[in-house]
């Protein structure tokens, strides 16, 4: 009698558990299916060829700040990269909210928040390839960690968490629109204007007077500041590993995990209902 009853007791905390293994295994699928995987190994690497290439000559004769432009823009491919997986994750909400499968997991026996987990999960799993790849390609580059382990360590968990961030923005934006195309759509100018006017490939002292302030200040350029200052660099000026000048990054990356998560939780909970 004991042992059913200590089964049953498992039951509830066991069962929703599996069922969010088993959602997660078929977005995981799905990504190796559809190519997403494949991309984000892949995107990196034509990022750094679009941006080294072109800009690395140019970049040397007006001065960067830093002993190299690879240690330099290395960050900043990163933020594509992860950036990348975030549109990802918006076309697979999208697709799920238009093909009805959101409403079908509604009416199944599962908690709310289990579909959500899923696909955060799987994004999870593509912002970890695109961050090896990324890495990987900025070795190549010139980019080296000069800062200690646990700078290291931070600058890793960092950009997984920045991706996890967008990652849910993007599964928020796709679940209320409900339309891939729009979505993605939706999600690449506001990521290619902060992208480009931003510290990512050049410093803030190389823009206009009037914009120099908003490409400094910017959170794509704040996000890139935080890796930048945890890898460090051999000059010395990659900026300090502090609460003040790491704090803005920081505190834009709090209220993007918990705006956004907290929005796809009350999508995800509407749903249910």
Known sequence: MDGHTAVAGRMPVALP???WWVLTLRMLRSSVRGGEAFTALLAPSIFTLGFFVPLNRVMTLFGYGLSSYGQFLTPMIVMQGVSFCGTTAAL???TDARDGIDERFAAMPMPTI???AARTAAALGRV???????LVCGHVI??????????????????????????LMGDLLGALSRSPEATTQALVLPQLILGMVSTGFAPANQFPHWLAGFARNQPVSQFVDVMRALAGD??????AVSLAGLGPGLIWLALALVAFGAGSGMVAARRHR
């Open 92 to 94: 697979h909400a999208a």
């Open 17 to 19: 558990i599996r069922q």
């Open 234 to 239: 051999r000059s010395g000026r990659a900026g």
């Open 128 to 134: 970890i390839l695109a961050l090896f790849a990324a």
């Open 114 to 116: 289990a579909p959500l």
């Open 142 to 167: 010139g980019f080296r960690f000069y800062g200690s382990w646990w700078s290291t360590i931070g600058f890793v968990v960092y950009a997984i968490l920045l991706g996890v961030a967008l990652g």
